[in-house]
């Protein structure tokens, strides 16, 4: 089915692939032609988006796709997003489709929520998503929808209808949440200590939207606390436990992964930090707040050092991870994002939630 024109075989991500013609002579005819060629033969909507040289000689794909009449069947992102940050560039995306698709308003419904900011580049977020749709149920907060993570037209309109959002990552949500705000009045909520990860930031993120939406956290309280006991009887039973102190790490990640995965290895592992540096378009706050936990330590000096340093263990893309213990500059790399060409996760391992900590705590451990 994928093997035609435009597709090569890549039946995620078709592409026209303009030429020295295209530049010169213009490419309406190849955008018409690929328009009529996508939209005829695959399911649910699409996106197209402007690859820089389509951006660079100003090709109108919405165009294209208002003359071939394809309006209710695709959308084009409405600038070029090379030169952005992958976060804001993937926020922009978002917000673009949910224009697109115009929800009607609808009545708010109480106790429910848009989960926003959480990107499919996450490893495994649809386990992610799992984990913190059962944290929200448990306070009786119902999870209606989550823009850029698995939404699709079927769940556009329900999520107008949201008392609230709430927020994962915010260097993903940023645009989602005023467009949001603006269209439809649904505000936001974004704890400043980051995305949940690890068990401290997943239950201070849970506390945070129970005292927003009036709710009792101690379900949630609970479910940590058992997850913590689960975790230390495995640890206090292995014998690499007390070679975990003081090992130095690395994380290379947005903000919002940054502050939290950092102050908990420091605070329940006992590691030391030693470099942190934020992925650009990284959250202000964020960076300021982790700049401030570095220095309350006494490793200002671990924020983004001037010389390459080795570090016992690297949080960051996959394919860095192994680059960086190839060169031998950690010893061991950890997956916590994408680009990771080298890894199938058959078995979950993602980084945000109840499993991320799992996960974080199983690669460090077992890898002394």
């Known amino acids: 089915m994928f093997a035609g024109p435009y597709f090569m075989g890549q039946h995620r991500i078709p592409c026209t692939y303009l030429d020295n013609q295209e530049y010169v002579f213009g490419s309406r005819e190849v955008l018409d032609d690929c328009v009529i060629e996508i939209c005829s033969r695959v399911d649910g909507f699409k996106v197209f988006i402007p690859s820089p040289a389509a951006a660079l000689i100003g090709d109108d794909i919405n165009g294209s796709i208002s003359r071939n009449g394809m309006e209710g069947f695709a959308t084009a992102v409405d600038s070029s997003l090379i030169s952005m940050p992958f976060s804001s560039s993937y926020d922009r995306t978002v917000a673009t489709v949910l224009e697109w698709m115009d929800s009607e308003p609808m009545d708010t419904v109480e106790d429910t929520v848009n989960l926003i900011g959480l990107p499919i580049t996450s490893p495994d977020w649809d386990i992610a998503l799992e984990d ?10 119902k999870v209606i929808s989550a823009p850029g993570c698995g939404m699709g037209l079927k769940d556009s309109s329900p999520s107008t209808s949201a008392e609230y959002n709430v927020v994962v990552c915010c260097e993903y949500s940023k645009e989602t949440a005023r467009y949001y705000e603006k269209d439809y009045g649904i505000e936001s909520i974004s704890y400043n200590g980051g995305a949940p990860v690890g068990f401290d ?33 495995k640890l206090s039973g292995s014998i690499s436990s ?78 860095s991870a192994k680059s960086a213990e190839i060169s031998r500059m950690c010893t061991h790399g950890v997956d916590i994002s994408s680009p990771s060409l080298g890894r199938c996760n058959i078995i979950p391992r993602p980084v945000i939630g109840l499993q991320g900590a799992r996960y974080i705590l199983d690669e460090v451990s077992n890898n002394i």
């Open 201 to 233: 930031a997943i239950l201070s993120w849970a506390m945070h939207i129970a005292d927003r939406m009036d709710k009792n956290p101690d379900p949630v309280i609970g479910i940590v606390d058992a997850q913590k006991k689960h975790v230390y009887k």
């Open 132 to 141: 913190l749709t059962m944290i929200l149920s448990s306070m009786g907060i």
């Open 242 to 319: 007390d070679s975990i102190r003081f090992k130095r790490f690395g994380i290379h990640a947005d903000s919002s992964i940054l502050l939290p995965l950092s102050k908990w290895l420091y605070d329940y592992m006992s590691m030391i930090p030693a470099d942190l540096r934020p992925e650009p378009g990284f959250d202000d706050s964020m960076v300021a707040s982790a700049k401030d936990f570095l220095g309350n330590i006494g490793m200002g000096r671990g924020w983004e050092p001037d010389v390459d340093v080795h570090v016992d263990y690297l949080f960051t893309d996959g394919n």
